[in-house]
């Protein structure tokens, strides 16, 4: 391909709002353009990028009987109404109404739709279990979308979806899909890791998710060295230490003025953070609830949420501890109240602890568990601390940024219940088809390359996703003999099935280089000042190595190069 037929608008400048490296990279190297806050376009040598993701996809999915297909971006809104989803996404949803008033969204994702396409065609155990999945632009109205492709509100990612009629099917189904996933991000050349994840407002139990490690990651990842452990913010554990238990002392009001935080309480009262309780108040579903946690710790609201089944969780206003907890602003405390309390691991064998008095300046001191504190249940509501334990004891937790670029989940039967989607079991009984969901953000993986393998020079491609194979630049093309050594070389590569790109810009020969590193094709070919010897320079984008070698030895050099990757 010749560069001056193909469409790359390199560009020294980079927006002021561009902060990702890989955003900045690619609005240089002439990659995507933003065409609005959140929505780019992916200019041809983006795009031949993708579609290279796209086939290592189709090859990966292949090997599991996974079957691609396509859906309409625009769904019916009565089906992600019939879900419950259409209340749950709310503002993030992209919605219109046709000519005749009938409502519909963008999809942000195709459970709904899915269900709907097969739920009267997949009424036999004996069809079960099947694997659909599609390549498409999906819609989400970030309110912040930012970092380039990493957060958009046009996204271009596979959807995949298991159907199967009972657990055996769906864990194989889950397990055959996260190595299909692991098999494809090692080909692509990414660092990445396999974590816990939420399931959010997919719905159903088990779920992992793929996060690349990279500084402007949005997610922080909890992992031990010692082991496999790792596990979203979200959701990671952790082992703690109590203090030791004393014997049980008289309850005790205490006058705290203006000690409202925990850290205000622990110096006027002098004791440690550590025999603090804190009392987090919380509107589940518009439901009050009271949380215990130690006063070191935070609680996480995911896992909170998760542990309540609740479709809405909020902390509760000023005006709502007045009137639901019939407490005081800071001062909020468990003793005496009416309201359901349930309490943080960290909780269960603390005595003699502090705690709010639902007065103001007012707190407790020797509050005890079952003599003072009504606790219906104890579970895992804190968010972890770098340092900790790791749950299962192989080491101290470690914390990175990352990337999510993969999630998949075991639906369950979430969609196939509110959408009517049931088969005929064995016995002749009806069961609702059983589902899973997994999905790549093919659009992020393409930041997510970029963060992990750009340098401040440009892009560097991975050889099964690059552009082309290889750069070849006749450094003047005014000289002859430069000109016909790099066509002689281009012939010979594209022999070889090697896809080349050639200079043949009249520009000068420090531009050409430049922008060379800039779009990051593995391996550059120079006809330069020995040309007239039949002598060029392979160059390695990567690592900057170079060798001079002659005409007739360069296609086998750069073959043996490129198996080297």
Not at 310 to 324: F, H, K, M, P, V
Request: hydrophobic share 35%.
């Amino acid at each position: 391909m010749k560069q001056s037929k193909l469409f790359i608008p390199t560009t020294k400048e980079v927006p002021a709002d561009a902060e990702a490296l890989s955003h900045q990279m690619m609005l240089r190297a002439g990659y995507i353009k933003q065409i609005s806050a959140g929505a780019y376009a992916y200019l041809p040598l983006a795009w031949k990028v993708v579609q290279n993701i796209q086939n290592i996809i189709r090859e990966e999915m292949e090997k599991i009987d996974a079957v691609e297909m396509i859906v309409p971006a625009i769904i019916p809104a009565d089906l992600w109404k019939e879900s419950g989803r259409y209340d749950t996404y709310g503002d993030t949803l992209f919605t219109l109404n046709d000519r005749h008033d009938r409502e519909f969204i963008m999809g942000p994702t195709h459970e709904e739709t899915m269900t709907y396409i097969v739920k009267d065609v997949l009424n036999s155990y004996k069809k079960l279990p099947i694997t659909l999945y599609q390549m498409q632009d999906k819609f989400r109205d970030e309110n912040r979308p930012r970092y380039g492709l990493l957060r958009g509100r046009e996204f271009l990612m596979q959807d995949a979806y298991a159907f199967t009629s009972n657990q055996e099917q769906l864990d194989e189904s889950f397990n055959d899909m996260e190595q299909a996933y692991r098999n494809i991000f090692d080909r692509v050349g990414l660092d990445y890791r396999v974590i816990l994840g939420d399931a959010g407002a997919m719905g159903g139990s088990d779920s992992k998710e793929f996060s690349a490690p990279a500084e402007i990651g949005e997610d922080t990842i909890v992992y031990s060295k010692n082991s496999e452990y790792a596990a979203n913010i979200e959701m990671a554990a952790s082992q703690f230490t109590n203090n030791e238990k004393e014997d049980a002392k008289d309850l005790q009001e205490v006058n705290t003025p203006d000690a409202k935080s925990i850290a205000e309480v622990s110096k006027y009262l002098g004791v440690s953070e550590t025999n603090i309780i804190k009392s987090m108040a919380f509107m589940a579903d518009d439901e009050p609830i009271m949380v215990l946690i130690r006063g070191d710790y935070d609680v996480n609201d995911v896992k909170l949420k998760n542990h309540l089944n609740a479709d809405n969780l909020r902390e509760a206003t000023e005006q709502e501890i007045t009137d639901q907890f019939n407490s005081t602003p800071g001062f909020i405390g468990p003793v005496g109240t009416d309201v359901k309390v349930i309490a943080d691991l960290t909780v269960e064998n603390l005595n003699n602890a502090v705690v709010g008095a639902n007065k103001t300046d007012i707190h407790f001191i020797n509050a005890n568990l079952d003599r003072d504190i009504k606790v219906s249940e104890f579970s895992d509501f804190r968010t972890v601390k770098q340092g900790e334990e790791a749950i299962d004891g192989s080491g101290k937790l470690e914390f990175t940024k990352g990337i999510e670029i993969g999630h998949i989940f075991k639906l369950g039967t979430k969609y196939s219940n509110s959408l009517g989607a049931n088969y005929l079991d064995e016995n002749g009984r009806q069961q609702p088809v059983i589902m899973g969901s997994y999905g790549i953000g093919i659009s992020r993986l393409l930041s997510a390359i970029c963060e992990q393998q750009a340098d401040e020079n440009g892009l560097i491609w991975n050889k099964q996703i690059t552009p082309y194979d290889v750069h070849v630049i006749p450094v003047n093309t005014k000289n002859d003999e430069q000109v016909q050594l790099a066509n002689e070389i281009t012939s010979e590569l594209e022999n070889m099935h090697l896809s080349v790109l050639v200079d043949d810009r009249k520009e000068r020969a420090g531009v050409k280089f430049a922008e060379s590193d800039l779009i990051g094709l593995p391996i550059r070919v120079t006809a330069g000042k020995r040309a007239s010897e039949g002598i060029v320079e392979i160059k390695v984008r990567k690592t900057g190595e170079a060798y001079e070698v002659s005409k007739d030895e360069a296609p086998k050099k750069v073959q043996e190069l490129l198996n080297e990757m």
